[in-house]
């Protein structure tokens, strides 16, 4: 009986993390602020050491490193890698798929630039898409989970959170357009308003 205990409270801790990152993620306007809060609830919710958040930039199709978790994320932000099956970011970013890679160091789509980069050894990763719909605005990472390794349940938490992602990043994009408009419309109501003197 304790050990099924056990595994009830581990899920509703697990399902009360993810309740307060959508509530976190909910409230956020501010791209930069969302993104903050994102990368504690990866840490939080997959227990990992560290979480990034790769950007589409769909000029160059290449994702690059908007957000990263420690002292190490400006130098990630050079880093760009091709949106092919040639990087674990890249290939979650193609097939639109969860991937889970507990033996970073053996599988040939890890990216090693990163851990020079960084001096830091990924050891495990766990990388999801975020999409809106068809549109996919980049991946969130969960790297080197600190107990274990990463399994099936942390993917469907990390998937879960990377909806509400997606939902915060398109409310921020609304915002913005919605801002733009206005100022927009306030620059053409002027104009009008001098062009009638």
Known sequence: MTMNNNADNDKITSLSR???????????????????????????VTDSEMGSFLLVDEDTNELYFRKATGTYGELLQTIRLPITDSSVAGWCAVHREVLIVNDAMSDPRHYKGVDQVTSITTRSLLCVPVLWGDRLFGVLEAINRKSGQYSQTDAEHLSMLATQVAVALNNVRVVDQLQNFFAHMVDVIITALEDRK
Do not use: G, P, Q, W
């Open 18 to 44: 993810l309740m307060h990152a959508s509530h976190e993620l909910a409230r956020s306007t501010d791209l930069d602020e969302l993104l903050n809060k994102a990368m504690l609830s990866v840490i939080d």
